[in-house]
């Protein structure tokens, strides 16, 4: 069982920059990021593999930047440029198999 630990959260006005960090009991082959905001569907943020491959939404392309650190087992999300439609909780994402975080809160205010 992995156990996923996320931080990072917080309130940020518009245009303002978050680092979400998501730490890792094992190392595991895929860690990401996922969002929810209220009334919609968790979606992709961004994920990368142990090899470094990225992948990102075409949403948050050019502003977040996803990295990881092997040694700490620990995944983190640069979100700079933040708007108010990226307002969501925010899940650590890991496989294989699925493994979720407890969620941490993004709030970008006008």
């Known amino acids: 069982q992995v156990q996923l630990v996320e931080s990072g959260g917080g309130l940020v006005q518009s245009g303002g920059s978050l680092r979400l960090s998501c730490a890792a009991s094992?190392?595991?082959?895929?860690l990401g990021w996922y969002r929810q905001a209220p009334g919609k569907q968790r979606e992709l943020v961004a994920t990368i593999t142990v090899r470094s491959r990225t992948d990102y939404a075409d949403s948050v392309k050019g502003r977040f930047t996803i990295s990881r650190d092997h040694a700490k087992k620990t995944v983190y999300l640069q979100m700079n440029s933040l708007k108010a439609e990226d307002t969501a909780v925010y899940y650590c994402y890991g496989d294989p198999p699925t493994y979720w975080g407890q969620g941490t809160q993004v709030t970008v205010s006008l």
């Open positions: 094992h190392n595991i082959y895929t």
